[in-house]
């Protein structure tokens, strides 16, 4: 009996099966926006939930209702080809499912949709606890990441944990026993067979592949890196705050040829965080991050690779030696008062930057947050005019792939074609955090 090509259906199944089934961080972010996408290009308006204030006495006074509004484009198209091999020798559905050759196709292209969107989150994400650079070896470093988000302020529910591979190790070593006796003997023996985590404040924590590094600029290494003017606060009424959730802050006193990196992490002298419910002043300084931006003079814009805009290595540089000021972009906005408080107060003119983590040194981010600070969308790419090709998508999640068979009758070769097509953003950072080992 010869040999049978299956359909493109049960290809287009089979390819999901396997890529739902090697995502990691894509199945824990929210995925209510899918359904709205219908094309490349086009973009939705995700809403971030609004804020209030209580009132006191008698007379109540109306608040209008705010929602900052979030723009999700679809415009990442990827994926995986093949010329035709062992997927195509198969007599059966069961022989594609085991095949090494489709497993291997969607276990990469998962690889590259989970890791955008942490890359994606990583930069847009300021709270960050512990030390950049230091591993993740016991349980009281990662509480320190559920004990951010409560401070925040952020739900209970659908909390997330994404840790690379050294930290994963590391704090799965903290359960094997080792000098304590109070760890229970079944969570050490999976932790020294699987070096399987258990749930931490809440949280269960994963690892994978996909948790991104980060280098920060070389800004903190000369000059006195300070704030320029006093007072330079905002108001989330103003539609551009609400929806970039940032504002422009000047700045000054930075060696000639400094360097920011969009995602560069920073504190600034006298400005601390706020319960976003209470509004009181918490006992630590405010994180910033570096967002894609101009210094008003075009001396820095995003990063554009294959058409589309990035901000994985965007940088603002200062190129004479006169120049020691420019107006980086940041987030979170600083706002005083009111339902969307942010920072105990203003910065001081001359208050101090203070980078977290080394000038020019790689370190991981993990992340720990609620699943509504990242949104993932994907849509079906589009019908191809020719060879034979098929959809599938996955009811649950609405994750979808496109299977396409065809050949080149000019060269005589025949190829299999998995794609993919997603947009991500940080939807609300306000609910997430990075995560680092203590010292």
């Known amino acids: 009996m010869s040999n049978a090509i299956l359909t493109p259906t049960i290809y287009a199944k089979a390819g999901l099966a396997f890529l739902k089934n090697s995502l990691v961080a894509s199945k824990k972010v929210s995925l209510q926006y899918t359904d709205e996408f219908k094309k490349i290009g086009q973009s939705v308006k995700a809403k971030r939930a609004p804020e209030y204030t209580v009132g006191r006495g008698r007379v109540a006074t109306a608040q209008d209702v ?8 679809l415009n990442r198209q990827r994926h995986v080809m093949v010329k035709f091999n062992s997927m195509e020798e198969t007599l059966s559905v069961d022989a594609l499912l085991k095949s090494k ?3 291997a196709a969607m276990g990469q ?5 989970d890791s955008e969107l942490c890359g994606i989150a990583m930069r847009g994400t300021y709270n960050l606890v512990g030390t950049p650079g230091t591993a993740i070896n016991s349980t009281r470093d990662f509480f320190y990441a559920p004990q951010r988000l409560a401070n925040m302020a952020v739900p209970d529910m659908d909390r997330h944990g ?10 799965a070593g903290a359960f094997t026993g080792g000098a304590s006796t109070s760890i229970p003997g ?7 067979e699987m070096a399987e985590i258990p749930l931490i404040g809440g949280i269960k924590p994963v690892m994978t592949q996909s948790v991104q590094t980060h280098t920060p600029g070389s800004w903190a290494t000369g000059g006195t890196r300070e704030v320029k003017g006093a007072g330079q606060s905002v108001s989330y009424n103003t539609a551009s705050v609400r929806n970039t959730w940032s504002q422009g ?3 000054d006193g930075f060696s000639n040829g400094a360097t920011f990196r969009v995602g560069d992490v920073f504190n600034i002298e006298g400005v601390y965080a706020v319960n976003p419910r209470s509004k009181v002043t918490l006992p630590f300084l405010q994180d910033f991050v570096v967002m894609p931006g ?12 294959d058409g589309e805009t990035e901000t994985t290595a965007g940088t603002y540089t200062f190129s004479t030696g006169g120049s020691s000021e420019i107006t980086i972009q940041i987030s979170p906005p600083i706002i005083v008062s009111g339902a969307f408080q942010t920072v105990s107060a203003a910065p001081a003119d001359n208050a101090d930057l203070t980078l977290r983590g080394t000038a020019s040194t790689p370190h991981y981010n993990n992340l720990v947050y609620q699943r509504d600070a990242f949104a993932l969308c994907m849509a079906k790419p589009t019908a191809p005019k020719s060879g034979e090709w098929d959809f599938a998508t996955d009811p649950e999640t609405g994750i979808a792939i496109r299977y396409w068979r065809f050949s080149d009758g000019v060269n005589d070769e025949h190829y299999d074609r998995f794609d993919v097509i997603f947009g991500a953003t940080c939807l609300d950072p306000r609910l997430a955090t990075r995560l680092c080992g203590t010292s």
Do not use: M, R
């Open 66 to 73: 705010l929602e900052g509004e979030v723009e999700v484009k």
């Open 101 to 103: 050759s489709l497993e």
């Open 109 to 113: 292209l998962a690889q590259q949709v």
């Open 162 to 171: 994404l840790l690379n591979p050294d930290d994963a190790f590391e704090l």
């Open 186 to 192: 079944e969570i050490a023996k999976s932790a020294i």
């Open 249 to 251: 802050l000047l700045v």
């Open 294 to 305: 101009t210094d008003g003079a075009g001396g820095y814009v995003a990063d554009v690779v």
